[in-house]
Protein backbone atom coordinates (compact mmCIF):
# COMPACT_ATOMS: atom_id res chain seq x y z
CA UNK A 1 0.00 0.00 0.00
CA UNK A 2 1.86 3.38 -1.03
CA UNK A 3 2.06 5.72 1.85
CA UNK A 4 0.17 8.79 1.41
CA UNK A 5 2.39 12.29 0.10
CA UNK A 6 3.79 14.43 2.39
CA UNK A 7 0.71 17.57 1.07
CA UNK A 8 -1.90 15.00 1.85
CA UNK A 9 -0.71 14.06 5.46
CA UNK A 10 -0.25 18.13 6.28
CA UNK A 11 -3.77 18.37 5.31
CA UNK A 12 -5.01 15.52 7.18
CA UNK A 13 -3.26 16.44 10.24
CA UNK A 14 -4.27 19.93 9.93
CA UNK A 15 -8.51 19.09 9.57
CA UNK A 16 -7.70 17.14 12.79
CA UNK A 17 -6.98 19.98 13.88
CA UNK A 18 -9.54 21.89 13.07
CA UNK A 19 -11.90 19.36 13.72
CA UNK A 20 -10.33 19.68 17.46
CA UNK A 21 -10.63 23.14 17.66
CA UNK A 22 -14.44 23.49 16.18
CA UNK A 23 -14.98 20.52 18.60
CA UNK A 24 -13.64 22.43 21.65
CA UNK A 25 -15.81 25.82 20.74
CA UNK A 26 -18.47 23.49 20.47
CA UNK A 27 -17.96 21.82 23.99
CA UNK A 28 -16.69 25.35 25.67
CA UNK A 29 -19.89 26.73 24.45
CA UNK A 30 -22.19 27.39 27.22
CA UNK A 31 -25.52 28.57 26.96
CA UNK A 32 -28.20 30.10 29.26
CA UNK A 33 -31.73 31.40 29.04
CA UNK A 34 -33.00 34.01 30.70
CA UNK A 35 -36.70 34.45 31.22
CA UNK A 36 -38.70 37.95 31.75
CA UNK A 37 -41.93 37.99 33.18
CA UNK A 38 -44.25 40.01 30.92
CA UNK A 39 -47.50 42.28 31.59
CA UNK A 40 -50.58 40.62 30.72
CA UNK A 41 -53.28 42.66 31.46
CA UNK A 42 -54.27 42.95 28.08
CA UNK A 43 -54.64 39.33 27.87
CA UNK A 44 -55.97 39.00 30.74
CA UNK A 45 -58.82 41.36 29.60
CA UNK A 46 -59.48 39.62 26.48
CA UNK A 47 -60.01 36.42 27.98
CA UNK A 48 -62.59 37.55 30.08
CA UNK A 49 -64.21 39.18 27.05
CA UNK A 50 -63.66 36.08 24.96
CA UNK A 51 -65.04 34.02 27.38
CA UNK A 52 -68.06 36.34 27.43
CA UNK A 53 -68.58 36.27 23.83
CA UNK A 54 -68.13 32.16 23.62
CA UNK A 55 -71.21 31.87 26.52
CA UNK A 56 -73.15 34.64 24.62
CA UNK A 57 -72.73 32.62 21.56
CA UNK A 58 -73.62 29.50 23.50
CA UNK A 59 -76.81 31.18 24.95
CA UNK A 60 -77.69 32.67 21.19
CA UNK A 61 -77.77 29.06 19.96
CA UNK A 62 -79.36 27.75 22.81
CA UNK A 63 -82.31 29.90 22.17
CA UNK A 64 -82.62 29.16 18.73
CA UNK A 65 -82.79 25.46 19.51
CA UNK A 66 -85.41 26.45 22.11
CA UNK A 67 -87.70 28.27 19.61
CA UNK A 68 -87.08 25.35 17.17
CA UNK A 69 -88.60 22.48 19.54
CA UNK A 70 -90.71 24.64 20.01
CA UNK A 71 -92.36 25.55 16.58
CA UNK A 72 -91.01 22.62 14.81
CA UNK A 73 -94.05 20.65 13.21
CA UNK A 74 -94.70 16.64 12.31
CA UNK A 75 -94.53 17.70 8.26
CA UNK A 76 -90.31 16.61 7.36
CA UNK A 77 -90.35 19.48 4.57
CA UNK A 78 -91.26 22.30 6.55
CA UNK A 79 -89.36 21.11 9.87
CA UNK A 80 -86.62 20.76 7.41
CA UNK A 81 -86.54 24.30 6.41
CA UNK A 82 -87.19 25.62 10.05
CA UNK A 83 -83.77 23.17 11.17
CA UNK A 84 -81.41 24.82 7.64
CA UNK A 85 -81.90 28.01 9.24
CA UNK A 86 -79.66 26.99 12.14
CA UNK A 87 -75.94 25.37 12.15
CA UNK A 88 -75.11 21.91 13.05
CA UNK A 89 -79.25 20.07 13.29
CA UNK A 90 -79.03 16.66 12.09
CA UNK A 91 -82.14 15.19 13.13
CA UNK A 92 -85.19 15.95 15.24
CA UNK A 93 -87.29 13.83 17.31
CA UNK A 94 -91.16 14.54 18.71
CA UNK A 95 -90.76 11.55 21.81
CA UNK A 96 -94.03 10.98 23.66
CA UNK A 97 -94.42 8.98 26.97
CA UNK A 98 -94.48 5.61 26.89
CA UNK A 99 -97.84 4.96 28.34
CA UNK A 100 -99.48 7.77 25.65
CA UNK A 101 -99.26 4.60 23.01
CA UNK A 102 -98.11 7.38 20.53
CA UNK A 103 -95.78 6.71 17.79
CA UNK A 104 -92.51 8.69 18.29
CA UNK A 105 -91.13 10.99 14.72
CA UNK A 106 -87.69 11.09 13.16
CA UNK A 107 -87.31 13.91 11.12
CA UNK A 108 -83.40 13.47 9.29
CA UNK A 109 -82.42 16.97 8.69
CA UNK A 110 -78.71 16.70 7.54
CA UNK A 111 -75.72 14.37 7.06
CA UNK A 112 -73.59 13.68 10.18
CA UNK A 113 -69.91 14.16 9.16
CA UNK A 114 -69.30 11.59 11.72
CA UNK A 115 -71.40 9.04 10.84
CA UNK A 116 -75.42 8.05 11.00
CA UNK A 117 -77.47 9.70 13.48
CA UNK A 118 -78.77 7.37 16.00
CA UNK A 119 -82.64 7.23 16.99
CA UNK A 120 -83.14 8.94 20.85
CA UNK A 121 -85.55 6.53 22.68
CA UNK A 122 -87.08 6.14 26.43
CA UNK A 123 -85.10 3.75 28.24
CA UNK A 124 -88.60 2.33 29.49
CA UNK A 125 -90.48 2.61 26.15
CA UNK A 126 -91.77 -0.97 25.04
CA UNK A 127 -90.65 -3.34 22.44
CA UNK A 128 -86.79 -1.68 22.41
CA UNK A 129 -84.73 -3.96 20.00
CA UNK A 130 -81.06 -3.51 19.54
CA UNK A 131 -80.04 -1.19 17.06
CA UNK A 132 -79.20 2.60 16.44
CA UNK A 133 -80.77 3.74 19.57
CA UNK A 134 -80.10 6.39 22.33
CA UNK A 135 -81.60 5.53 25.84
CA UNK A 136 -82.55 8.67 27.58
CA UNK A 137 -84.40 8.93 30.64
CA UNK A 138 -88.12 9.61 30.68
CA UNK A 139 -88.53 11.85 33.51
CA UNK A 140 -85.76 13.86 33.74
CA UNK A 141 -87.08 15.48 29.90
CA UNK A 142 -90.50 15.58 31.27
CA UNK A 143 -89.30 17.57 34.26
CA UNK A 144 -87.19 20.44 32.51
CA UNK A 145 -88.55 22.97 30.05
CA UNK A 146 -85.40 22.53 27.60
CA UNK A 147 -81.34 21.52 28.44
CA UNK A 148 -78.81 19.87 27.17
CA UNK A 149 -77.77 15.52 26.86
CA UNK A 150 -74.35 15.75 27.02
CA UNK A 151 -73.28 12.24 28.67
CA UNK A 152 -69.90 10.22 27.15
CA UNK A 153 -70.90 7.58 24.87
CA UNK A 154 -73.88 9.42 23.69
CA UNK A 155 -74.38 12.04 20.21
CA UNK A 156 -74.86 15.44 21.58
CA UNK A 157 -78.54 16.37 22.05
CA UNK A 158 -80.50 19.11 23.17
CA UNK A 159 -84.43 18.54 24.55
CA UNK A 160 -87.51 21.26 24.62
CA UNK A 161 -90.45 20.36 26.45
CA UNK A 162 -93.59 20.97 24.27
CA UNK A 163 -96.40 19.29 26.13
CA UNK A 164 -97.05 17.75 28.90
CA UNK A 165 -97.15 14.92 26.32
CA UNK A 166 -94.83 15.57 23.88
CA UNK A 167 -90.36 16.26 23.89
CA UNK A 168 -88.77 17.60 21.15
CA UNK A 169 -85.24 16.12 21.10
CA UNK A 170 -82.64 17.82 18.27
CA UNK A 171 -79.48 16.06 17.70
CA UNK A 172 -76.47 18.58 16.97
CA UNK A 173 -73.35 17.96 15.42
CA UNK A 174 -70.74 19.59 17.85
CA UNK A 175 -67.83 19.40 14.73
CA UNK A 176 -70.38 21.57 12.75
CA UNK A 177 -71.19 23.97 15.37
CA UNK A 178 -67.71 24.32 16.55
CA UNK A 179 -66.56 24.91 13.09
CA UNK A 180 -69.16 27.82 13.01
CA UNK A 181 -68.38 29.69 16.52
CA UNK A 182 -63.93 28.75 15.26
CA UNK A 183 -65.02 31.03 12.00
CA UNK A 184 -66.94 33.53 13.96
CA UNK A 185 -64.15 33.88 16.68
CA UNK A 186 -61.50 34.09 14.40
CA UNK A 187 -63.38 37.27 12.47
CA UNK A 188 -63.79 38.72 15.89
CA UNK A 189 -60.47 38.28 16.95
CA UNK A 190 -58.87 40.29 13.99
CA UNK A 191 -59.97 43.28 15.59
CA UNK A 192 -60.38 42.52 19.28
CA UNK A 193 -56.76 40.93 19.88
CA UNK A 194 -55.10 44.26 19.00
CA UNK A 195 -54.58 45.45 22.65
CA UNK A 196 -52.68 41.96 23.22
CA UNK A 197 -50.46 42.57 19.56
CA UNK A 198 -49.63 46.50 21.39
CA UNK A 199 -47.60 43.63 24.29
CA UNK A 200 -45.68 42.49 21.49
CA UNK A 201 -46.38 38.81 22.47
CA UNK A 202 -45.72 35.94 21.97
CA UNK A 203 -49.26 35.46 22.91
CA UNK A 204 -52.03 33.26 20.63
CA UNK A 205 -55.75 32.26 20.64
CA UNK A 206 -55.92 28.82 19.93
CA UNK A 207 -59.19 26.35 18.99
CA UNK A 208 -58.12 22.72 19.33
CA UNK A 209 -54.20 23.57 18.99
CA UNK A 210 -54.84 25.78 15.56
CA UNK A 211 -53.77 29.48 16.14
CA UNK A 212 -57.08 31.70 15.74
CA UNK A 213 -54.76 34.74 16.24
CA UNK A 214 -51.50 35.54 17.36
CA UNK A 215 -48.53 38.17 18.06
CA UNK A 216 -45.26 37.81 18.44
CA UNK A 217 -43.31 34.63 17.38
CA UNK A 218 -43.33 31.94 19.49
CA UNK A 219 -41.08 28.87 19.37
CA UNK A 220 -42.84 25.00 18.55
CA UNK A 221 -41.09 23.73 20.51
CA UNK A 222 -41.35 25.99 23.79
CA UNK A 223 -44.62 24.98 26.26
CA UNK A 224 -46.09 27.67 26.70
CA UNK A 225 -45.64 29.68 29.93
CA UNK A 226 -49.66 30.64 30.78
CA UNK A 227 -51.99 28.53 29.71
CA UNK A 228 -55.56 30.09 30.26
CA UNK A 229 -58.85 27.96 29.07
CA UNK A 230 -61.63 29.42 27.34
CA UNK A 231 -65.17 27.34 28.65
CA UNK A 232 -67.27 25.96 25.42
CA UNK A 233 -69.57 23.35 24.99
CA UNK A 234 -68.68 22.64 21.16
CA UNK A 235 -64.51 22.81 21.57
CA UNK A 236 -61.69 23.42 22.89
CA UNK A 237 -59.86 27.21 23.04
CA UNK A 238 -57.55 28.68 24.86
CA UNK A 239 -55.01 31.42 25.37
CA UNK A 240 -51.58 30.71 25.03
CA UNK A 241 -48.41 33.38 26.48
CA UNK A 242 -44.45 32.84 26.38
CA UNK A 243 -42.25 35.00 28.84
CA UNK A 244 -39.43 36.69 26.72
CA UNK A 245 -36.62 34.49 26.45
CA UNK A 246 -33.09 35.55 25.89
CA UNK A 247 -30.32 33.36 25.57
CA UNK A 248 -26.79 34.50 27.05
CA UNK A 249 -23.18 32.38 25.66
CA UNK A 250 -20.28 32.51 27.36
CA UNK A 251 -17.24 30.01 26.74
CA UNK A 252 -15.40 27.92 29.52
CA UNK A 253 -12.21 29.41 29.10
CA UNK A 254 -10.19 26.31 30.25
CA UNK A 255 -11.92 24.07 27.93
CA UNK A 256 -11.16 26.94 24.93
CA UNK A 257 -7.34 26.76 26.24
CA UNK A 258 -6.36 23.01 26.60
CA UNK A 259 -8.63 22.93 23.23
CA UNK A 260 -6.62 25.48 21.45
CA UNK A 261 -3.25 24.07 23.00
CA UNK A 262 -4.34 20.66 21.64
CA UNK A 263 -4.93 21.87 18.13
CA UNK A 264 -1.83 24.03 17.71
CA UNK A 265 0.04 20.83 18.87
CA UNK A 266 -1.72 18.62 16.15
CA UNK A 267 -0.77 21.86 13.69
CA UNK A 268 2.72 21.96 14.86
CA UNK A 269 2.85 18.09 14.62
CA UNK A 270 1.52 18.00 11.51
CA UNK A 271 3.67 20.32 9.82
CA UNK A 272 6.83 18.46 11.42
CA UNK A 273 5.57 15.37 10.20
CA UNK A 274 4.94 17.11 6.28
CA UNK A 275 8.89 18.22 6.95
CA UNK A 276 9.67 14.50 8.02
CA UNK A 277 8.02 12.46 5.39
CA UNK A 278 8.67 15.01 2.66
CA UNK A 279 12.87 14.68 3.61
CA UNK A 280 12.27 10.59 3.37
CA UNK A 281 10.38 11.10 0.12
CA UNK A 282 13.92 13.11 -1.05
CA UNK A 283 15.79 10.33 1.05
CA UNK A 284 13.89 7.58 -0.67
CA UNK A 285 14.35 8.64 -4.05
CA UNK A 286 17.32 9.62 -3.60
CA UNK A 287 18.42 6.02 -2.79
CA UNK A 288 16.32 4.73 -6.10
CA UNK A 289 18.35 6.75 -7.74
CA UNK A 290 21.24 6.01 -6.22
CA UNK A 291 20.17 2.14 -7.05
CA UNK A 292 19.98 3.00 -10.23
CA UNK A 293 23.20 4.50 -10.63
CA UNK A 294 24.64 2.12 -8.52
CA UNK A 295 23.48 -0.87 -11.25
CA UNK A 296 24.84 1.04 -14.31
CA UNK A 297 28.56 1.50 -12.88
CA UNK A 298 28.27 -2.19 -11.21
CA UNK A 299 27.19 -3.84 -14.93
CA UNK A 300 29.96 -2.09 -16.58
CA UNK A 301 33.03 -3.77 -14.77
CA UNK A 302 31.61 -7.11 -14.68
CA UNK A 303 31.30 -7.02 -18.52
CA UNK A 304 34.53 -6.28 -18.80
CA UNK A 305 35.62 -8.54 -16.57
CA UNK A 306 34.15 -11.60 -18.14
CA UNK A 307 35.73 -10.11 -21.38
CA UNK A 308 38.64 -9.53 -20.41
CA UNK A 309 38.78 -13.15 -19.21
CA UNK A 310 37.45 -14.37 -22.63
CA UNK A 311 39.75 -12.86 -24.21
CA UNK A 312 42.87 -13.57 -21.80
CA UNK A 313 41.98 -17.18 -21.85
CA UNK A 314 42.26 -17.44 -26.11
CA UNK A 315 45.65 -15.87 -26.14
CA UNK A 316 47.02 -17.84 -23.32
CA UNK A 317 49.38 -19.68 -25.83
CA UNK A 318 49.69 -17.86 -28.60
CA UNK A 319 50.36 -14.25 -26.86
CA UNK A 320 50.96 -14.62 -23.19
CA UNK A 321 52.57 -11.26 -22.90
CA UNK A 322 48.53 -9.57 -24.07
CA UNK A 323 47.00 -12.87 -22.01
CA UNK A 324 49.08 -11.03 -18.95
CA UNK A 325 47.49 -7.66 -20.12
CA UNK A 326 44.40 -8.58 -19.99
CA UNK A 327 44.32 -10.40 -16.59
CA UNK A 328 45.35 -7.11 -15.23
CA UNK A 329 42.55 -5.24 -16.59
CA UNK A 330 40.56 -7.78 -14.78
CA UNK A 331 42.43 -7.17 -11.51
CA UNK A 332 41.69 -3.67 -11.48
CA UNK A 333 38.22 -4.07 -12.61
CA UNK A 334 37.93 -5.83 -9.95
CA UNK A 335 39.02 -3.78 -7.09
CA UNK A 336 36.81 -1.21 -9.27
CA UNK A 337 33.60 -3.58 -8.26
CA UNK A 338 35.20 -4.01 -5.06
CA UNK A 339 35.22 -0.35 -4.09
CA UNK A 340 31.66 -0.10 -5.66
CA UNK A 341 30.33 -2.43 -3.10
CA UNK A 342 32.11 -0.82 -0.14
CA UNK A 343 30.26 2.67 -1.10
CA UNK A 344 26.81 0.05 -1.00
CA UNK A 345 27.52 -0.93 2.51
CA UNK A 346 28.78 2.19 3.82
CA UNK A 347 25.97 3.81 2.74
CA UNK A 348 23.28 1.27 3.99
CA UNK A 349 24.82 1.61 7.32
CA UNK A 350 22.34 3.43 9.49
CA UNK A 351 20.04 3.05 12.48
CA UNK A 352 16.75 4.06 13.25
CA UNK A 353 14.61 4.82 16.72
CA UNK A 354 11.22 4.68 18.38
CA UNK A 355 9.91 6.17 21.64
CA UNK A 356 6.38 4.98 22.51
CA UNK A 357 4.36 6.98 25.36
CA UNK A 358 0.68 6.52 26.83
CA UNK A 359 -1.03 8.88 28.66
CA UNK A 360 -3.68 7.51 31.58
CA UNK A 361 -6.10 9.21 33.13
CA UNK A 362 -9.44 9.16 35.51
CA UNK A 363 -11.51 11.13 33.52
CA UNK A 364 -13.57 10.24 30.87
CA UNK A 365 -15.88 10.75 28.24
CA UNK A 366 -18.63 8.33 28.54
CA UNK A 367 -19.85 8.66 24.90
CA UNK A 368 -16.34 8.20 23.73
CA UNK A 369 -15.92 5.16 25.74
CA UNK A 370 -19.38 3.53 24.34
CA UNK A 371 -18.36 4.21 20.84
CA UNK A 372 -15.10 2.80 21.10
CA UNK A 373 -16.24 -0.42 22.14
CA UNK A 374 -19.19 -0.28 19.74
CA UNK A 375 -16.65 0.08 16.86
CA UNK A 376 -15.09 -2.87 17.94
CA UNK A 377 -18.41 -5.37 17.54
CA UNK A 378 -19.76 -3.58 14.54
CA UNK A 379 -17.94 -5.91 11.89
CA UNK A 380 -19.29 -8.71 14.03
CA UNK A 381 -22.80 -7.12 14.20
CA UNK A 382 -22.99 -6.40 10.54
CA UNK A 383 -21.89 -9.73 9.77
CA UNK A 384 -24.86 -11.00 11.11
CA UNK A 385 -27.30 -8.83 10.59
CA UNK A 386 -27.74 -6.71 13.99
CA UNK A 387 -28.40 -3.20 14.04
CA UNK A 388 -27.26 -1.14 16.86
CA UNK A 389 -30.16 2.25 18.32
CA UNK A 390 -28.36 4.30 20.26
CA UNK A 391 -29.29 7.12 22.67
CA UNK A 392 -27.05 9.39 24.75
CA UNK A 393 -28.43 11.73 27.59
CA UNK A 394 -25.85 14.29 28.91
CA UNK A 395 -22.71 11.77 27.70
CA UNK A 396 -20.50 14.04 26.03
CA UNK A 397 -19.13 16.03 29.34
CA UNK A 398 -16.31 14.49 31.28
CA UNK A 399 -16.76 12.57 34.29
CA UNK A 400 -15.00 10.80 37.02
CA UNK A 401 -14.86 6.99 36.43
CA UNK A 402 -12.55 3.69 35.35
CA UNK A 403 -12.80 4.00 31.67
CA UNK A 404 -11.14 0.44 31.40
CA UNK A 405 -13.36 -0.95 33.47
CA UNK A 406 -16.45 0.60 31.88
CA UNK A 407 -15.12 -0.48 28.13
CA UNK A 408 -14.82 -4.29 29.58
CA UNK A 409 -18.24 -4.45 31.27
CA UNK A 410 -19.76 -3.02 28.11
CA UNK A 411 -17.84 -5.40 25.98
CA UNK A 412 -18.93 -8.40 27.84
CA UNK A 413 -22.74 -7.38 27.46
CA UNK A 414 -22.14 -6.77 23.38
CA UNK A 415 -20.22 -9.79 23.52
CA UNK A 416 -23.44 -11.80 24.89
CA UNK A 417 -25.56 -9.98 22.13
CA UNK A 418 -23.21 -11.28 18.90
CA UNK A 419 -23.55 -14.79 20.90
CA UNK A 420 -26.99 -15.11 21.61
CA UNK A 421 -29.23 -12.49 19.73
CA UNK A 422 -27.39 -12.43 16.56
CA UNK A 423 -30.40 -10.89 14.90
CA UNK A 424 -32.76 -8.22 14.88
CA UNK A 425 -31.46 -4.57 17.12
CA UNK A 426 -29.61 -3.59 20.14
CA UNK A 427 -30.29 -0.54 22.17
CA UNK A 428 -27.43 1.29 24.16
CA UNK A 429 -29.17 3.91 26.04
CA UNK A 430 -26.70 5.81 28.33
CA UNK A 431 -27.61 8.44 31.15
CA UNK A 432 -25.41 10.79 32.73
CA UNK A 433 -27.24 12.53 35.41
CA UNK A 434 -26.85 13.30 39.30
CA UNK A 435 -23.28 12.10 39.17
CA UNK A 436 -24.80 8.27 38.11
CA UNK A 437 -23.89 7.00 34.93
CA UNK A 438 -26.70 4.40 33.44
CA UNK A 439 -26.28 2.38 30.37
CA UNK A 440 -28.92 -0.26 29.31
CA UNK A 441 -28.32 -2.91 26.61
CA UNK A 442 -31.43 -4.61 25.42
CA UNK A 443 -31.88 -6.73 22.73
CA UNK A 444 -34.13 -8.56 20.54
CA UNK A 445 -33.25 -12.40 21.32
CA UNK A 446 -34.57 -15.20 22.96
CA UNK A 447 -34.43 -13.72 26.80
CA UNK A 448 -33.68 -15.07 29.66
CA UNK A 449 -35.94 -17.03 31.95
CA UNK A 450 -37.20 -15.63 35.29
CA UNK A 451 -35.80 -18.11 37.56
CA UNK A 452 -32.06 -17.63 36.06
CA UNK A 453 -32.14 -13.66 36.26
CA UNK A 454 -29.50 -14.05 39.37
CA UNK A 455 -27.76 -17.30 38.47
CA UNK A 456 -26.41 -16.15 34.85
CA UNK A 457 -24.31 -13.56 37.22
CA UNK A 458 -22.58 -16.41 38.65
CA UNK A 459 -18.99 -17.64 37.14
CA UNK A 460 -18.98 -20.31 34.58
CA UNK A 461 -23.08 -20.48 34.67
CA UNK A 462 -25.04 -19.95 31.58
CA UNK A 463 -28.79 -20.75 29.93
CA UNK A 464 -28.97 -24.48 28.68
CA UNK A 465 -27.01 -24.33 25.75
CA UNK A 466 -29.82 -25.87 23.10
CA UNK A 467 -31.77 -22.29 23.45
CA UNK A 468 -28.83 -20.62 21.80
CA UNK A 469 -27.39 -23.60 19.23
CA UNK A 470 -23.97 -22.81 18.14
CA UNK A 471 -23.19 -20.06 20.98
CA UNK A 472 -20.05 -20.83 23.14
CA UNK A 473 -18.44 -19.17 25.94
CA UNK A 474 -17.16 -19.78 29.45
CA UNK A 475 -19.92 -18.53 31.07
CA UNK A 476 -17.35 -15.82 33.15
CA UNK A 477 -18.93 -12.66 31.04
CA UNK A 478 -21.53 -11.61 33.30
CA UNK A 479 -19.71 -12.39 36.17
CA UNK A 480 -16.72 -10.73 35.84
CA UNK A 481 -18.75 -7.94 34.82
CA UNK A 482 -20.74 -7.73 37.62
CA UNK A 483 -17.88 -7.68 39.84
CA UNK A 484 -16.38 -4.76 38.42
CA UNK A 485 -19.42 -2.56 38.50
CA UNK A 486 -19.37 -3.79 42.21
CA UNK A 487 -15.97 -2.25 42.60
CA UNK A 488 -16.82 0.73 40.72
CA UNK A 489 -19.74 0.86 43.71
CA UNK A 490 -22.43 0.91 41.29
CA UNK A 491 -24.97 -2.48 39.90
CA UNK A 492 -25.54 -4.69 37.10
CA UNK A 493 -29.06 -5.90 36.69
CA UNK A 494 -31.34 -8.03 34.55
CA UNK A 495 -34.21 -5.70 34.08
CA UNK A 496 -37.37 -6.77 32.57
CA UNK A 497 -38.22 -5.94 28.74
CA UNK A 498 -41.14 -3.90 27.89
CA UNK A 499 -41.82 -5.71 25.38
CA UNK A 500 -41.50 -9.00 27.15
CA UNK A 501 -38.90 -10.33 24.39
CA UNK A 502 -35.15 -10.14 24.83
CA UNK A 503 -32.52 -9.07 27.41
CA UNK A 504 -32.06 -6.06 29.22
CA UNK A 505 -29.47 -5.10 31.34
CA UNK A 506 -28.68 -2.19 33.08
CA UNK A 507 -25.30 -1.04 34.29
CA UNK A 508 -25.64 2.05 36.96
CA UNK A 509 -22.24 3.73 38.22
CA UNK A 510 -21.30 6.61 40.11
CA UNK A 511 -19.25 9.39 37.59
CA UNK A 512 -19.43 12.53 39.74
CA UNK A 513 -18.58 15.20 36.86
CA UNK A 514 -14.83 15.69 36.41
CA UNK A 515 -13.74 18.93 38.32
CA UNK A 516 -12.22 20.50 35.11
CA UNK A 517 -13.11 19.61 31.45
CA UNK A 518 -8.69 19.58 31.17
CA UNK A 519 -8.66 16.60 32.92
CA UNK A 520 -11.24 14.78 30.39
CA UNK A 521 -9.94 12.23 27.71
CA UNK A 522 -11.59 10.82 25.12
CA UNK A 523 -8.67 8.62 24.49
CA UNK A 524 -10.31 4.78 22.96
CA UNK A 525 -9.95 2.46 25.59
CA UNK A 526 -7.97 -0.64 24.84
CA UNK A 527 -9.73 -3.20 22.41
Known amino acids: MRAPSPAKTLLLLW ?42 LEDLYQDHLVRLGREVVPDPQRAGRMADEITGILQISLLHPTTSGVQDTHIPVNASPDGPVPLPAFATAPGLTSGSLVLLDESRLFNRDSGWVDEPGKPLLFHVRRSSSEVAVIAVSRSLVADSITGWLRAWAEKSFAPVRVTGGPDQLRAEGRVLAGAGEAAAADPPDLLMPLRSRFGSYDLASWDLRRTLVRYHPAALAVTATLAIVIGVLGFIVFLAQRRAHAIAAARVSFVNRVSHELRTPLTNILLNIDLATELAEDDPQESTRRLDLVRLEARRLGRLIENVLTFSRAEDGRTEARITTTACVPADIVTAVIEQFLPGFQRGGLTIARTDENTAAPCLCDPDALAQILGNLLSNVEKYAPHGTVSIATTHAGGELSIRVTDEGPGIPREAAERIFHPFERIHSHIHEGATGTGLGLAIARDLATRLGGTLALLPTATGRGSCFELRVPAPPAPSPASASSIAPPA
Not at 17 to 28: I, K, P
Not at 33 to 38: A, D, G, P
Request: proline share 2%; hydrophobic share 45%.
Open 15 to 56: GIAAVVLAGGLLLARQERQVRTERDRTPLRAFATTAQGQLQR
